[in-house]
């Protein structure tokens, strides 16, 4: 009777069986027997030669790369050239799955630029777009489907993803470790860094869609109402912080210094350590020690003192706050700054200055640097012809800047998605809808690192890279980066929405900061010592 | 007639209410004072104005200048001028409006296609003695208490082959089991007797169900097919799983892509450009009038039934 059943009762077992199984995220992975046990901490964090990083000489940039971690800076949009030849692509289908945070854009059949961009690769590119806050949806359905196609973003930390890697994906050690990568110079671009956040079980499973040290969350300040009001916006320290947040405040105008609490400010300036603190191969969380408490204490003065603007806990928007003028100060990365620009109301006189974030010395502070990658793309497992025609495709995807290559996938066709005005690229009514805001979802497939560039401001270029100047030197890494805790991809989101929760409720005056050791003491009970124990395991395994 | 018979007592005459009491009630039934009626106008108007208030505040934002907007920090009440942007941001391309065309479709198709199903499958639930009736309610009824998760689902959508089309967005939310209780209840309150005499009048089942139960039943017809319609108006979620064709993506899912993650629209992507796009408060609130203005288009043609329609199956059963 089933035989001539599209949905057979085999098919309906399997399928209620992997459904059980597939809310952990493991759906797609019963009767694997080839994968590593969850248990098995030091097996997951196995170490592996990483790829040789190789970084290209672009153009030459306006001011000085000072620092081989330092994105290259500009001015003006560079003189570009030509810097891959034919097609990557066999002319075979391309299926990506990846998610998007701008305007999907038209399909295939309606977008001239998705048509021009096939040309280009040699490829039938279909991609399955999906929103970003819907994406973990998607991602688990087309798992279990076996829908997820050649390449697919993975977008946070799913439960299992060494063992989902060891089955789905495509073990790339062979053609990336070491010296390997050379065959894909674009890739090779890809600082080292970012390759660790693709390392599980010994193997690189994924390619880096990386950002780097232009993701780091810093100070961002309305230099134009500061100079309006005669205020320094520089500070020493956390005293001076809330005395020019004083200044800056005026409640009866509906202004106020900060959009929020700025916690990795504050963070900075009591030295903390980066999520986590790592001595001689000890692990202690930022959050158990006890100038976190201090930090708290900080927030909750500036949030009684109204420096901070009172919706910022229950209705956050910080961006427009920062815009119109609501609030002075906000805490944001160096890549926001494009988005400040394009909703300025304030005119030619709007300015963002970025003031050097102090220590508990007053000297340079250690900013914390986010995780290297945005997130990683998988491959799915294929011969190693179709393997390296997928890599060709990559190191395409990750022309840097400064090529011909990177122009056409950012704005498009010229003359139909962009025009250059006053020699930068601007994108046409078209072009914004084609290319999705300049963010075609092919970036979350992999990407060039990104330059110190901000399209008609040159000012902003400027603070950025003072600011990075200083910074860098300075900034510290989560010393979890490239270490794989089971319980952390299982309870690490649960566990850090109590602490949030429990932040707020201070700052808010809801509860006292002594209620912080017993939110700490919550959090080591529900997992925090067992993330710290498999933290500790697998930085042995990788040291 | 106050005679009495056995043990009945005769009927008591009422007490004659005094004549304060009268007066009383009198001044109880008579129309309110004019400063009762000030009150009442009074907190009507308020209660108006707490509902009309922010969507006039909507529509408003939608057409304020972009700059308007974000120097009243994304909420403007009345416009100081009118400017389209955000509609013209939201419509360029053709996404919008493609995605406009399919959620017309998908809900006018969709809605026949539920409307149909459930009308059928409640009426038969409705005749005693059909075929396979228990089993048949007791699945429907099944449905209500263990709703197949989102894996299920999915398996079951790609196993008959309908990913990527138009298909899947309608025929796994086809028949709604609430919506067939309702109908079901509805189909047994129609008279028995009429039933009967269609028959001897020579009516056959189909002939009973076209001539006689539906035109009977357009109230709650108008109901559950605002519930579908609606409905399908609104889904998303199928969209997201089941489309990977963007150029088949409803209007929802395409608007949701605006929504879902401001903080980024506002912004050239990491050193890209782009023109000038309004505030991402002008977009969202056009946003919720191009996706509320159809359904409110529709519902003033089938209000009248709709009232008449819910209390109908509210209090049969």
Redesign the interface.
């Known amino acids: 009777m089933s035989a001539n059943t599209?949905?057979g009762r085999r098919?309906f077992l399997s399928?209620?069986l992997?459904?059980a199984a597939?809310?952990a995220g493991v759906?797609s992975l019963a009767g694997c027997t080839t994968v590593t046990r969850s248990t098995d901490i030091k097996a997951i964090n196995k170490a592996v030669a990483l790829p040789d990083y190789v970084r290209w000489k672009g153009p030459k940039p306006d001011l000085p790369t000072v620092n081989p971690l330092m994105p290259d800076a500009y001015y003006r949009y560079p003189a570009t050239t030509k810097v891959l030849s034919g097609h990557p692509g066999d002319g075979s289908r391309l299926q990506g799955t990846v998610p998007?945070?701008?305007?999907?854009?038209?399909?295939?059949?309606?977008n001239q630029y998705w048509k021009a961009l096939n040309g280009r690769l040699g490829l039938d590119l279909?991609?399955?777009?999906?929103?970003?806050?819907?994406y973990p949806?998607?991602f688990?359905?087309a798992l279990?489907?076996d829908?997820l196609g050649d390449v697919w973003n993975i977008f946070g930390a799913p439960p299992y993803l060494p063992q989902l890697l060891q089955a789905k994906a495509q073990d790339l050690t062979e053609y990336l470790s070491g010296d390997a990568i050379r065959r894909y110079p674009f890739l090779a671009n890809l600082p080292t860094e970012a390759w660790r956040g693709c390392v599980f079980a010994g193997g690189i499973y994924a390619v880096p869609v990386a950002r780097g040290i232009?993701g780091t969350n810093v100070l961002l300040s309305r230099q134009d109402l500061f100079e309006e009001r005669g205020v320094d916006m520089t500070f020493k320290n956390v005293d001076e912080l809330q005395s020019l947040a004083g200044q800056m405040t005026d409640e009866r105008s509906?202004k106020w210094a900060f959009a929020a609490v700025p916690n990795l400010v504050l963070s900075a300036m009591l030295g903390l350590p980066n999520t986590w603190q790592e001595k001689g191969g000890r692990f202690t969380s930022e959050n158990e020690l006890d100038a976190h408490k201090d930090m708290l204490e900080i927030g909750r003065r500036m949030t009684s003192k109204g420096l901070v603007h009172p919706d910022s806990v229950s209705a956050p928007?910080a961006?427009?706050?920062f815009?119109?003028g609501?609030a002075a100060m906000t805490q944001d990365t160096y890549?926001?700054l494009?988005?400040?620009y394009?909703?300025n109301?304030a005119g030619k006189a709007f300015t963002i200055g970025i003031p050097t974030i102090p220590g508990p010395d007053g000297k340079q502070g250690n900013v914390w640097l986010p995780n290297p990658n945005n997130s990683i793309t998988a491959v799915s497992k294929a011969s190693p012809d179709r393997i390296r025609m997928i890599l060709d495709a990559l190191n395409w995807f990750a022309a840097p800047?400064g090529s011909k290559e990177y122009t056409f996938r950012?704005?498009g066709v010229e003359g139909h998605d962009f025009d250059f005005s006053n020699g930068?690229?601007?994108?046409?009514?078209?072009g914004?809808?084609?290319t999705g805001?300049?963010?075609f979802p092919i970036?979350y497939i992999v990407d060039s690192p990104?330059?110190?560039?901000?399209?008609?401001h040159p000012d902003g270029t400027d603070s950025v890279y003072r600011n990075m100047l200083a910074m860098q030197p300075h900034a510290i890494q989560n010393p979890t980066y490239g270490l794989y805790s089971p319980t952390n991809s299982t309870k690490g989101s649960l566990l850090s929405t109590v602490l949030s929760n429990a932040t707020n409720d201070i700052y808010l005056g809801r509860k006292p900061v002594s209620s912080w050791d017993s939110v700490v003491s919550q959090w080591r009970k529900g997992g925090g010592d067992a993330i710290r124990s498999e933290y500790e395991r697998a930085f042995e395994a990788k040291n | 007639m106050t005679t009495t018979h056995g043990n009945i007592e005769a009927p008591r005459k009422a007490p004659v209410p005094s004549a304060p009491a009268r007066k009383k009630r009198r001044r109880r039934l008579d129309a309110p004072s004019m400063p009762i009626r000030l009150v009442k106008g009074l907190v009507l108007l308020i209660i108006c104005a707490v509902v009309i208030v922010p969507f006039i505040g909507i529509a408003s934002t939608s057409i304020a200048d972009p700059k308007e907007v974000t120097r009243a920090g994304g909420f403007v009440l009345w416009p100081h001028g009118i400017n389209f942007s955000s509609y013209e941001s939201l419509f360029a391309g053709g996404v919008v409006t493609q995605a406009l065309l399919v959620s017309i479709g998908i809900t006018a198709l969709g809605t026949l296609v539920s409307l149909t199903g459930s009308t059928l499958l409640a009426y038969s639930l409705s005749r005693p003695g059909s075929f396979a009736h228990q089993p048949i309610l007791i699945m429907v009824l099944l449905t209500l208490l263990f709703a197949p998760g989102l894996i299920p689902n999915y398996l079951a959508v790609k196993e008959y082959g309908l990913l990527d089309s138009f298909a899947s967005l309608i025929l796994p939310t086809a028949i709604n089991a609430f919506n067939v209780i309702v109908l079901r209840a509805f189909f047994m309150g129609i008279p028995r007797e009429l039933v009967d005499s269609a028959r001897i009048d020579g009516a056959g089942d189909f002939g009973i169900f076209w001539r006689l139960v539906l035109p009977l039943s357009k109230a709650v017809l108008a109901v559950i097919g605002l519930f579908y319609a609606v409905g399908y108006w609104n889904s998303f979620f199928s969209a997201l799983l089941y489309i990977n064709d963007t150029g088949k993506w409803p209007l929802q899912l395409v608007l949701r892509t605006y929504v879902i993650n401001n903080s980024q629209l506002g912004g050239a992507q990491l050193g890209a450009t782009a023109d000038q796009l309004p505030p991402q408060a002008s977009i969202q609130m056009a946003i919720l009038v191009i996706s509320i203005v159809p359904i409110l288009i529709v519902y003033p043609f089938l209000q009248r039934h709709f009232a008449k329609g819910v209390l109908t199956g509210a209090v049969k059963g």
Not at chain 1, 100 to 110: E, I, Q, Y
Not at chain 1, 126 to 134: E, Y
């Open positions: 599209p949905f098919t399928g209620a992997l459904s597939g809310l759906g998007t945070n701008t305007p999907v854009p038209p399909s295939l059949d309606r279909g991609l399955s777009i999906t929103p970003g806050g819907d949806n998607k688990q359905t279990a489907g829908q232009i509906n928007n961006k427009v706050w815009n119109q609501s890549t926001a494009p988005g400040f394009q909703q109301v800047f950012k704005y930068e690229p601007v994108l046409t009514t078209t914004n809808s084609e805001l300049g963010a970036e990104i330059p110190i560039y901000y399209s008609g």
